[in-house]
């Protein structure tokens, strides 16, 4: 188990947030799906309790590649490709996933990218 505080979250190349920075300089990396449910709860400054696997990245950097995540009085278990188990308290953990065609994470993802895009151009 590691305990951090996020300094950062870590933007991929299609703007989707797929990992943290801690502020002790530790990397974490997570699908953009995940990354995206995460960010709706947690974010900078917040403290996280993690477990899983610790792998160097091309850069030669180590990296943790999380399969529990634990923040703010509810935590997250998945096997880096779907959401296994949530819990926590209704109003603090992720929704279940939807089996639909366009998924509500989906639809917040390009949301979120909609944002990020009008206040670029507003400033």
Do not use: C
């Amino acid at each position: 188990m590691l305990d951090g505080t996020i300094k950062k979250l870590i933007y991929n190349h299609h703007d989707d947030v797929d990992g943290w920075q801690l502020h002790d300089g530790t990397l974490v990396h997570f699908p953009p799906h995940i990354g995206e449910q995460l960010s709706e709860w947690i974010g900078e400054g917040d403290e996280v309790t993690l477990e899983g696997d610790r792998r160097s990245n091309r850069d030669g950097d180590e990296v943790i590649f999380p399969s529990y995540i634990e923040s703010q009085g509810w935590s997250l278990t998945f096997d880096q490709k779907k959401p296994q188990q949530r819990k926590g308290p209704d109003d603090k953990h992720p929704p279940e996933h939807q089996g639909s065609q366009v998924s509500n994470e989906d639809i917040m993802r390009e949301l979120m990218k909609l944002r990020r895009l009008m206040e670029a151009w507003s400033q």
